[in-house]
C-alpha cells in the first residue's frame, strides 16, 4: 500500500470547518484513499472513502486532487466532540478484503 | 445493534505468562482482523481471517503469537512467554465483504495487555 503523509496536530474553533490533508504521492490506480479516526480510548471509526471524485457523506467531505497525490478531509462544522486522531489511509478496491496500515496519523484538537 | 467486543478489557500479566484475548466480531461478518496499538502509534496489523482460515498473518510478529477463528466467528489471539514489549492495545475489528462492500473494518474497544 502506498505511504501517506500527515501533518501531526492540528488546531480547530469549535464551529469552524477542519481541513486536514494527507499526501499519498505513490499512490497506484486502483488504490482508494480511507479515512478513518480514533477517539481517545476507542477503537478508530471509519469516517469516508474515495478513488478520485469528490465524496461527501453525514460525518465529512473528502476532496482529492485531480492527480490523486494528495486529498482533504473536511469537516464543516467541527464539534468538542471531533478531537480525534484523524488516519489517512490508502488501499485497494472495496470487496478485497485487505489490512488497514495507519501512519501516525493528526490530532485534531477541537476548542472552544 | 451489538458492535465487535472485546474480553477482557484490561489484562495484566507476568513476563513469561500464557494469555488469550477474545474477540466477538458483528454478527454475520466473515472478515476479522487484529491490530495492536503502542502508545502514541497508530494500529499495526496482525492478521486476518476470511471465515475459520487465515488469509494473511504477516503481521504476527513471531511465532510467540498465535490466533484462531474455529468456526468462522469468535477469534482468540493468544500470545505464549509474554514479553514487556507485547504491552499494547490490542484491537480487533470485522467486516462483511460482498463483491463491491468491504468500506469500513468495525473496531471493538480494544484489550490493553500490560506484561509486568
Known amino acids: 500500500d502506498a505511504k501517506t503523509t500527515q501533518p501531526p496536530s492540528m488546531d480547530c474553533a469549535e464551529g469552524r470547518a477542519a481541513n486536514l490533508p494527507c499526501n499519498h504521492s505513490?499512490?497506484?490506480?486502483?488504490?482508494?484513499v480511507y479515512w478513518y479516526r480514533q477517539i481517545h480510548s476507542q477503537g478508530p471509526q471509519y469516517i469516508i472513502h474515495g478513488l478520485k471524485n469528490n465524496e461527501t457523506n453525514e460525518m465529512a467531505s473528502l476532496i482529492i486532487t485531480e492527480d490523486r497525490k494528495s486529498s482533504t478531509l473536511i469537516l464543516p462544522h467541527a464539534t468538542l466532540r471531533d478531537t480525534a486522531v484523524y488516519y489517512c489511509?490508502?488501499?485497494?478496491?472495496?470487496?478485497?478484503?485487505?489490512?488497514?496500515?495507519f501512519g501516525t496519523g493528526t490530532r485534531l484538537q477541537v476548542t472552544l | 445493534g451489538a458492535g465487535v467486543s472485546q474480553t477482557p478489557s484490561n489484562k495484566v500479566t507476568e513476563k513469561g505468562k500464557y494469555v488469550e484475548l477474545r474477540c466477538d466480531p458483528i454478527?454475520?461478518?466473515?472478515?476479522l482482523y487484529w491490530y495492536r496499538q503502542s502508545l502514541g502509534q497508530g494500529p499495526e496489523f496482525l492478521i486476518y481471517?476470511?471465515?475459520?482460515?487465515?488469509?494473511?498473518d504477516s503481521g504476527l510478529p513471531n511465532d510467540r503469537f498465535f490466533a484462531v477463528r474455529p468456526e468462522g466467528s469468535v477469534s482468540t489471539l493468544k500470545i505464549q512467554r509474554t514479553e514487556r514489549g507485547d504491552s499494547a492495545v490490542y484491537l480487533c475489528?470485522?467486516?462483511?465483504?460482498?463483491?463491491?462492500?468491504?468500506?469500513?473494518?468495525?473496531f471493538g474497544p480494544g484489550t490493553r495487555l500490560t506484561v509486568l
Open positions: 481471517f476470511q471465515g475459520t482460515g487465515a488469509a494473511d
Open positions: 489511509i490508502v488501499r485497494g478496491r472495496p470487496g478485497t478484503a485487505s489490512k488497514l496500515t
Open positions: 475489528a470485522s467486516s462483511l465483504i460482498t463483491q463491491d462492500r468491504d468500506r469500513e473494518q468495525f
Open positions: 505513490t499512490i497506484s490506480g486502483n488504490e482508494y
Open positions: 454478527s454475520g461478518h466473515t472478515a
